[in-house]
């Protein structure tokens, strides 16, 4: 349990959801068998490129020859990436899980370009965002933007 794989898990940057969201989790292979196990719902911390982590009350192995498969919805597309878990903690009663995903080229292409769909949208209809872009876009000098220039 306490065992970690050394991987550079800061590569790519993570997206944390601003409301919980769940995802499907099941068992895909230990070494070289297939098994696909049934679903369990996890509750996803934070997701990028690389990787993934989220949150569970069940005990999982930390191994590299054991993968899982997460089914992600999004926006209208659902992702089901394979993932090999790398570290664990525990936290609020919970046990907490990280990992990298087993893609092919193809698939690490397809999920990229879904997975950056579906950050744009979210950054877009976030509402932090519509007050940046009404700062920006009225010009007035508060202090926080003042050499900003749209123009240019």
């Known amino acids: ?30 070494q070289e068998r297939e098994l696909k ?43 089901r990436p394979r993932i090999v878990l790398l570290h664990s903690g525990e936290e609020d009663g919970l046990f907490f899980y990280g990992g990298e995903w087993r893609m092919m080229g193809w698939e690490h292409q397809a999920f990229r370009f879904r997975f950056d769909e579906y950050v744009r949208q979210m950054l877009i209809a976030s509402p932090h965002i519509h007050t940046l872009y009404k700062k920006v876009a009225s010009r007035h000098d508060d202090g926080q933007f003042k050499h900003l220039d749209v123009t240019s």
Do not use: K
């Open 37 to 79: 196990s049934r679903a369990q719902r996890v509750l996803l911390r934070d997701v990028g490129h690389g990787g993934c982590s989220f949150a569970t009350n069940l005990r999982l192995p930390v191994r590299d020859d054991v993968e899982w498969m997460i089914e992600l919805q999004l926006g209208q597309y659902t992702a």
């Open 1 to 30: 349990m306490d065992e970690e794989i050394t991987v550079n898990r800061r590569a790519y940057i993570r997206f944390r959801p601003q409301t919980p969201v769940y995802v499907e989790l099941s068992l895909w292979q230990v």
